[in-house]
């Protein structure tokens, strides 16, 4: 059973840049599918980004050009870069990883279904 743990959360001013981590317990290598979900105060929660063997990279429409999405394998880790971040990106941001995934994993009418895997989450927040 592999743990993910985030960090990099904080308070930032609108305008600013955070970059979340995921580190993953395992070998990263062997995962084709991690996302970044954010869920705020009353809010369902949200896929923001994610990268699989065969859907490749996506954003949401609303971070789109402001938010990127990374691995890097050797430090088994996801990240997720944020920039001019605004009081609407406020939200408790969680890693998600599919263990089950493939190279060839099947999307139908989505890009990503979210794994077993969950991190604690890290709190965004963004003041104006």
């Known amino acids: 059973q592999g743990q993910l743990v985030e960090s990099g959360g904080g308070l930032v001013q609108a305008g600013g840049s955070l970059r979340l981590s995921c580190l993953f317990s395992g070998n990263l290598s062997r995962i084709h599918a991690m996302a970044w979900y954010r869920q705020a105060p009353g809010k369902q929660r949200e896929l923001v980004a994610s990268?699989?063997?065969?859907?490749?990279?996506n954003y949401v429409d609303s971070v789109k050009g402001r938010f990127t999405i990374s691995r890097d394998d050797a430090k088994n880790t996801l990240y997720l870069q944020m920039n001019s971040l605004k009081p609407e990106d406020t939200a408790v941001y969680y890693c998600?990883?599919?263990?089950?995934?493939?190279?060839?994993?099947?999307?139908?009418?989505?890009?990503?279904?979210?794994?077993?895997?969950w991190g604690q989450g890290t709190q965004v927040t963004v003041s104006s």
């Open positions: 998600n990883a599919d263990p089950t995934s493939t190279r060839g994993t099947i999307y139908r009418g989505s890009y990503y279904y979210p794994g077993d895997y």
């Open positions: 990268i699989t063997a065969t859907t490749g990279i």
